[in-house]
């Protein structure tokens, strides 16, 4: 697979509490360069990023991030904020508590409200499958199905672990076909890209491929 190709699916990541805009812009400036997906920043930047990089590349934002342990009217608040602020995309966190729960009702619901709140752009949901069995896995891949997001993500990159190959398998092969499906965190090489890709993803997040990429051209 060419790298271009495994950039173009890429959103490329800088979610660290201690990032500056002087950071955000050259991520920015890195997304724009080698065209990739999207960028996907905080949303106290979707604003200056926004106003910055034009209609040049989307800009992708989290929100109940990184727990999910916000209350629904937070995140339809910080949704709306971040599309009102220029966010083409909007990564949400569930509510694990709920999942744990089986309050499968809510969970949908609280979906389906955030939805709304992006009015019309894309909502990937975070389900964060290192903290949750096979079962739970499977339950929120029929839940996400159900629901009127348009991916479904495996992790924030700030708990236990990242996005598995074997988690993708199981979302591919538990996942309404209509519904997209996002790997984040831990995918440190070009091999790891491409295997994702391979098993079912239609997006990565992560923040070094571009750095393996800038790697690649030094060395020509």
């Known amino acids: 697979m060419e790298i271009r190709e495994i950039l173009s699916k890429c959103d490329h990541t800088l979610l660290a509490p201690q990032a500056t805009f002087e950071e955000i812009r050259q991520v920015c400036d890195d997304g724009i360069r080698y065209g990739t997906a999207s960028v996907c920043i905080p949303p106290c930047f979707v604003k200056e990023a926004k106003s910055y990089v034009g209609d040049r590349l989307p800009i992708c934002t989290v929100i109940g991030f990184p727990t999910g342990a916000h ?39 609280e979906i389906n409200e955030v939805k709304a709140a992006c009015e019309g752009r894309l ?17 929120l891949c029929q839940l996400v199905s159900q629901s009127k997001a348009d991916y479904i993500k495996t992790s924030t990159g700030f708990s236990t672990g990242g996005a598995t190959k074997e988690d993708i398998a199981l979302m591919k092969a538990y ?18 890209a491409e295997d994702f890709l391979r098993l079912g993803a239609d997006r990565l997040g992560t923040s070094r491929i571009i750095k393996l990429a800038e790697k690649m051209q030094n060395r020509k």
């Not at 339809?76 to 709920?98: K, N, Q, S, T, Y």
């Not at 909502?123 to 339950?139: A, D, N, P, R």
């Not at 996942?175 to 790891?192: N, R």
């Open 175 to 192: 996942c309404a076909p209509s519904l997209k499906i996002k790997a984040a965190g831990g995918i440190g090489s070009l091999e790891d």
């Open 71 to 109: 209350s629904t009217a937070v995140k339809c608040f910080e949704a709306a904020e971040a599309v009102r602020h220029g966010a083409d995309e909007v990564d949400m966190v569930i509510r694990l508590g709920w999942v744990k729960e089986k309050q499968e009702e809510k969970i949908l619901s």
């Open 123 to 139: 909502l990937k949901v975070i389900v964060e499958t290192c903290l949750l069995t096979k079962e739970e896995k499977i339950l």
